[in-house]
């Protein structure tokens, strides 16, 4: 029998009917393509496999993007327009001082006999701290009031013979016109009026230095006693009793009183110190009580500047307000000066702005037509997310905190800006309706057909 023959027959026998009295059609394809490959030769036979495997691989990868592309979402971050209040201000650090302090000590070098104080008590004007010995300056005191009392005595004295010295003068110049005495005569009255004038100010001149050292010993005195020189808070005491503490001990300053009410010295870069104006609310806060806000206002600006690591700073004297005293002198602080503020207006993220103006420069055509210039604020740009799609919008712009814009015009409460570039994403989860989040836009597009069956079939 010939191969065709045989072929045939092969086929015939593949034919092979149903229940119904119908073809096994696969059976018969399956023995044609056998038969097929069987008269082929082996260069024949490796083309036609090279042939299918590119086929199928032409197939899954139109299969993985017409799948992949019907699912994708582009993804762009987005932020919610919404009110909130905003805040421009100046950072600033600084350190809290007293606004009086008085460092005390004896001026004698004498033994201390009292301390009456720790640091941290609170004390009234007046109140006595410490005290010395004052046995020796009482004494000091006595003998210069005795000679206070006796040059007292010589002035007057003095005064009584000079008032005499004048009248004798006065008489003997009588004499010597009618003759009844010599030029001599009159000469001696003249030179004992004249000595008469240098005893009463020689006199006079004890007295005041007599005066002096008194008043000297009076102040030494007191000085033996340390009084608080206002209300406020024994910062420091520096001594004991039983030693001796005076102007020339190693340590002159036996304690300290500061005013509890404090004030705060901040430094101002010079870009901002234009902005800073002497009345302007200071909120700050310091590592101690990291979760309150502590109160003051701007005092007075130092136009003197001091320069740190180049940059050149200006001291601002900034008011405190510590009704409960928590706060102590020679604390750091962080400091905010409030150059405006707006409460409960619309505001978007810096973010926003940003992006759109990138936004722009990549898409010139997307630009909207130039906004007049605005007397309330400036002129800018954002991205809108509308109906799923990229909307540049024309804004103006008021205040800013850093992180928002106050937004005066062009957006409404509600309205998502887009903050950032657009990403790939193959879920379908809605956006989320936080403040800050990420929108989706569907961009889906058809991909390639499956491959067919191999040529010839």
């Not at 100046?90 to 460092?103: R, V």
């Not at 928590?326 to 602080?333: A, D, Y």
């Not at 037509?369 to 991205?383: L, N, R």
Request: glycine share 8%.
């Amino acid at each position: 029998m010939s191969e065709s023959q045989n072929s045939q027959t092969d086929t015939e026998n593949a034919l092979i009917q149903s229940n119904q009295g119908k073809y096994d059609v696969t059976k018969v394809k399956e023995v044609l393509l056998k038969k097929r490959i069987q008269g082929m030769s082996k260069k024949n036979k490796i083309l036609w496999l090279v042939g299918i495997l590119l086929v199928i691989g032409v197939s899954g990868y139109g299969s993985y993007k017409w799948l992949g592309s019907s699912s994708k979402n582009t993804e762009y971050p987005t932020a919610t327009v919404g009110k909130a209040t905003i805040t421009d201000s100046i950072e600033a650090t600084g350190t809290l001082s007293a606004i009086k302090s008085s460092a005390m000590g004896f001026k004698n070098d004498d033994t201390i006999t009292a301390i009456n104080v720790q640091p941290g008590d609170k004390v009234k004007m007046g109140q006595i701290l410490a005290q010395q010995d004052p046995s020796s300056l009482q004494s000091a005191l006595q003998q210069a009031k005795s000679s206070v009392d006796q040059d007292q005595i010589s002035v007057k004295v003095a005064n009584l013979n000079y008032e005499t010295y004048r009248k004798t003068l006065d008489r003997q110049q009588q004499l010597f016109v009618a003759g009844a005495i010599a030029q001599t005569d009159l000469d001696t009255a003249q030179n004992t009026l004249t000595k008469s004038e240098w005893d009463v100010a020689t006199a006079k001149a004890k007295l005041a230095n007599d005066q002096a050292k008194a008043d000297q010993a009076q102040a030494d005195l007191a000085g033996a006693t340390l009084v608080a020189p206002f209300d406020g808070i024994i910062g420091v005491v520096n001594g004991q009793v039983g030693q001796i503490n005076g102007i020339n001990s190693s340590s002159s300053t036996l304690l300290s009183v500061l005013s509890e009410e404090l004030q705060l010295s901040a430094l101002i870069n010079e870009a901002d110190i234009g902005r800073v104006k002497v009345g302007q609310d200071v909120s700050f806060i310091t590592s101690t009580y990291a979760n309150k806000t502590f109160k003051g206002k701007v005092l007075r600006i130092t136009p003197q500047a001091s320069t740190v690591s180049s940059v050149q700073y200006y001291p601002v004297l900034i008011s405190c307000i510590d009704p409960d005293h928590q706060l102590f002198s020679g604390m750091s602080v962080s400091a905010n000066i409030i150059v405006a503020q707006k409460s409960n207006v619309m505001t978007v993220s810096m973010m926003a702005v940003s992006y759109a103006e990138s936004y722009v420069k990549s898409n010139p055509s997307s630009a909207p037509a130039p906004t007049a210039a605005s007397k309330e604020g400036t002129s800018s740009i954002a991205v809108v997310l509308e109906n799923n799609q990229p909307t540049v919008k024309s804004v103006v712009l008021g205040l800013s905190d850093g992180s928002n814009y106050e937004l005066i015009s062009g957006l409404n409460v509600g309205d998502k800006v887009i903050v950032g570039s657009s990403t790939a994403s193959t879920t379908s989860s809605g956006a989320s309706s936080s403040k800050s989040t990420t929108t989706k836009s569907n961009n889906n597009q058809g991909g390639g057909a499956m491959g067919g069956p191999p040529p010839g079939m």
